[in-house]
């Protein structure tokens, strides 16, 4: 069974195919992704490779954590899951109003203001 290990402290420079040249060394790749900002496209500084098997995932951590990788040492251990991200983010469910939502319900309470106000000049003319 594939094992997906996490991997820290990239250079920038590192490419997902630095990392499945570097990791087949201990065994088969199933994948190697660098995470990336979405707006920018430059890297994270971290990424994430499967192994083919759990031994293989046990070797390459002890053959890449700490090591060296683009002059930067490397930090390599068993990828943790995802926490569960349904709820909005905060305890209780919900999550906070975007600040721009907020901003236009105030401009859409003005704009009722402005506009009873006109119709009401327009009734008294």
Same mark, same amino acid.
């Given at each position: 069974?594939?094992?997906? =290990?996490?991997?820290?402290? =990239?250079?920038?420079?590192? @490419?997902?195919?630095?990392?499945?040249?570097?990791?087949?060394?201990?065994?088969?790749? /199933?994948?190697? /992704? /660098? *995470?990336?900002? !979405?707006?920018?496209?430059?890297? !994270?500084g971290f990424g994430f490779v499967e192994m083919? @098997?759990?031994?293989?995932?046990?070797?390459? *951590?002890? !053959?890449?954590?700490?090591g060296e990788l683009c002059g930067k040492k490397l930090m390599v251990s068993e990828a943790r899951?995802?926490?569960?991200? $349904?709820?909005?983010? $905060?305890?209780?469910?919900?999550?906070? $109003?975007?600040?721009?939502?907020?901003?236009? $319900?105030?401009? +859409?309470?003005? +704009?009722?203001?402005?506009?009873? +106000?006109?119709?009401? *000049?327009?009734?008294? =003319?």
């Amino acid at each position: 069974m594939a094992k997906n =290990l996490y991997v820290g402290n =990239l250079a920038s420079e590192v @490419t997902q195919e630095d990392l499945k040249e570097n990791f087949k060394e201990v065994g088969e790749v /199933v994948s190697a /992704v /660098v *995470i990336k900002d !979405k707006f920018s496209g430059e890297s !994270k500084g971290f990424g994430f490779v499967e192994m083919g @098997t759990e031994k293989e995932a046990q070797d390459a *951590i002890q !053959k890449f954590n700490g090591g060296e990788l683009c002059g930067k040492k490397l930090m390599v251990s068993e990828a943790r899951p995802r926490p569960d991200q $349904r709820s909005g983010g $905060r305890p209780g469910g919900g999550g906070r $109003r975007p600040a721009a939502e907020a901003a236009g $319900r105030v401009a +859409a309470d003005q +704009a009722v203001v402005v506009l009873a +106000a006109a119709a009401d *000049i327009n009734l008294q =003319l």
